[in-house]
């Protein structure tokens, strides 16, 4: 049996970007590169470094990762190797990323 709004959410057109959250301070965006199992993951940052992350315990259920995704994070203070996830982008945000520049439409290989 179906909701009263069930066929509400099949004609849901693509989503509008009304406002991208912009990394701010310390914050950088990333690429996730790796799943390393639990709420752990390698992800390449655009400051150059590949930085072990982990996803923070209040965001680890709302927050489902896949190698690939655009992300912030926050690197830590002591150990720059390492940090924290605290946004990841939607399609429709990482396309405007790209289209504004603050995103590399393409991985450079070496």
């Known amino acids: 049996m179906a909701g009263k709004n069930f066929h509400n959410k099949n004609n ?3 989503e509008v970007v009304v406002r991208v959250k912009l990394p701010r301070n310390k914050e950088v965006i990333g690429i996730i590169e790796q799943r390393l199992g639990g709420n752990k993951m390698f992800v390449e940052c655009l400051d150059g470094k590949t930085r072990n ?3 923070p315990g209040r965001l680890k259920r709302k927050l489902w990762l896949r190698p690939g995704d655009v992300v ?3 690197p830590w ?3 720059n190797t390492k940090g924290d996830v605290l946004y990841k ?3 429709n945000q ?4 790209k289209k504004n520049g603050y995103l590399k439409t393409e991985k450079e290989e070496f």
Not at 94 to 97: D, G
Request: glycine content about 0%; proline content about 5%; charged content about 40%.
């Open 72 to 74: 912030i994070i926050e």
């Open 12 to 14: 849901v057109d693509e």
């Open 89 to 91: 982008y939607r399609p």
């Open 53 to 55: 992350c982990r996803v």
């Open 77 to 79: 203070e002591l150990d």
């Open 94 to 97: 990482v396309e405007w990323l």
